[in-house]
DNA sequence: ACATTGACCTGAGAGC
DNA sequence: TGCTCTCAGGTCAATG
């Protein structure tokens, strides 16, 4: 699901089709995923315009026309760009559509409406006010505050991982995936856990980030030794051939290798 | 003050 | 075949 190394493609997708553009038409088809803005702010802003640069924290992506503003996109758990010319081409559930001069347009599709649409004066405001914690692959995100961050809490490690006010951009898919790699088993609490675990876990997170970003977050690219898209109980281990558990933990259905991470 | 749980939303797939 | 039920998952409000 949309987690920071798919909003890291994402973004690189609108990069590569949408820049400098002419943008001569802004329909918002669903009103309901506007949020902490108004549908007119948001035409007002693109209509006419072009954008010009892109940005991201976390699972949030920001788009900058040549005015102050930037449009903030959240993906929920089921959005996804596109850009497209021909009707047939058309996403099932487009929620935001943008109509460029050259006859093609962008598409933010949302099947299950979690994402958002939003308005923000920078990505760093934006940071801010919703108290992101550091983006996952931050390079000012060094071990020791990383460290910092896991000794805060109680929680599962899992949790932690997940909690964007700690850091930002991981979810449930790459959390497990990160910890399988790490070797620790997710219902660990934070605390409890020792420098050296900590560090496998802070390495694996920028190892597994980068391989997700290279093979374009799409799990049957993933290097074979990735738990990915082994998602299923009952199924082999890539490390170990053993039987991948499922269990919930912290509200989330957590995948892992009960003998790799003991 | 912190941690955990449920609602939100919709369609796919399971099960009868 | 066709209906109903369960599940997925990011985030935030409500509850513990």
Sequence with gaps: ???????????????????????????????????????????KLLDGERFETTARHGKNLFIQTGGQSWIMLHFGMTGFVKYFKNEDERPAHVRLLIDFSNGFYLAYDCQRKFGMISLTESPERFATEKKLGLDALDPALDFEQFEKILSKTNSTIKTVLMNQNFLAGLGNVYSDEILYQAGIHPARKSGELDREEKKQIFFKMGHVLRKAIEAQADPARFPSSFLTPYRSAGKPCPKCEGSIEKKKIGGRTSYFCPRCQG
């Design 1 to 43: 699901m949309p987690e920071l190394p798919d909003v890291e493609i994402f973004k690189r997708y609108i990069e590569s089709t949408s820049l400098h553009k002419r943008i001569t038409g802004v329909h918002i088809l669903s009103r309901d995923m506007v949020k902490g803005a108004s549908v007119s702010e948001i035409k």
